[in-house]
């Protein structure tokens, strides 16, 4: 997972750059049902849920997974209910596929 902010480019556009080190997340991934993707007015994408224990990004991040660029679709959701079941979801939309 790899952090971007905004800043000003070279004729004064406003442009996304890497912020520090690409950090590593241990998760899980599951793919959105086509209900889903509709409501979500993702439909255009392939798009799926990552869930893991801490999520260091934000909607600005940019993931490498599966040989594949991701970007993170608004917040992610933190769920704190129980100890053994806290998590947090992000979603997450496929930008582009390498190789």
Do not use: K
């Amino acid at each position: 997972m790899q952090r971007y902010a905004a800043a000003t480019g070279s004729i004064g556009q406003e442009e996304y750059q890497p912020v520090g080190d690409p950090v590593p997340v241990r998760g899980n991934f599951h793919p959105l049902s086509s209900d889903e993707t509709v409501s979500y007015g993702l439909q255009d994408y392939v798009a799926g849920r990552f869930h893991c224990q801490a999520w260091p990004g934000d909607q600005f991040s940019r993931i490498d997974f599966r040989s594949a660029d991701w970007d993170q679709v608004g917040d992610a959701e933190h769920f704190d209910i129980g100890r053994g079941t806290q998590h947090v979801e992000v979603l997450i939309r496929r930008r582009n596929r390498r190789g």
